[in-house]
C-alpha cells in the first residue's frame, strides 16, 4: 500500500469520463502504444498515449468511454505530447484493463 494522503491530496485529482474518438497506433512509442484523441465534453478534446494494446484493437477503443486523470502536466513521450493520463488497473498477466463506467455518462463529467 502507498503512503496514506489526506481527503485534500484526492481532490487535487481531477479524474473526469471521457470517450475516445480517435485512435491511432504509435510506432515511436518504446513500448507497443496507442495515440488517442478523447472528447471531455465542455472541456475540449485530450490526447493521450495509452499503453493498452495487449488487451484492446483500435476497434474496440473507439468510441469507448474512459476514466482519465486531466490534470497533469502534458508530457513529451517520443514525438507526440500526452496531455492526460487514462486509468486502468493491471490484470494477472500484467496487462491493463481500463476503468470505465457501468452505464453511459456525459463527457467531462467528475469522478468523485
Known amino acids: 500500500?502507498?503512503?496514506?494522503?489526506?481527503?485534500?491530496?484526492?481532490?487535487?485529482?481531477?479524474?473526469r469520463i471521457g470517450?475516445?474518438?480517435?485512435v491511432h497506433d504509435f510506432?515511436?512509442?518504446?513500448?507497443?502504444?496507442?495515440?488517442?484523441?478523447?472528447d471531455f465534453g465542455a472541456?475540449?478534446?485530450k490526447k493521450s498515449s495509452a499503453q493498452i494494446t495487449d488487451l484492446y484493437t483500435k476497434e474496440d477503443l473507439l468510441n469507448k468511454q474512459v476514466s482519465v486523470i486531466v490534470?497533469?502536466?502534458?508530457?513529451?513521450?517520443?514525438?507526440?505530447?500526452?496531455?492526460?493520463?487514462?486509468?486502468g488497473v493491471y490484470n494477472t498477466e500484467?496487462?491493463?484493463v481500463l476503468l470505465q463506467p457501468s452505464k453511459e455518462i456525459k463527457n467531462g463529467e467528475q469522478v468523485s
Open 1 to 15: 500500500m502507498k503512503e496514506e494522503i489526506t481527503f485534500e491530496d484526492f481532490l487535487k485529482v481531477d479524474i
Open 19 to 22: 470517450t475516445i474518438i480517435e
Open 27 to 38: 510506432p515511436k512509442a518504446r513500448k507497443p502504444a496507442y495515440q488517442l484523441k478523447i
Open 43 to 45: 472541456l475540449g478534446i
Open 71 to 87: 490534470n497533469f502536466k502534458p508530457r513529451q513521450i517520443a514525438n507526440f505530447m500526452s496531455e492526460c493520463l487514462v486509468i
Open 94 to 96: 500484467g496487462d491493463v
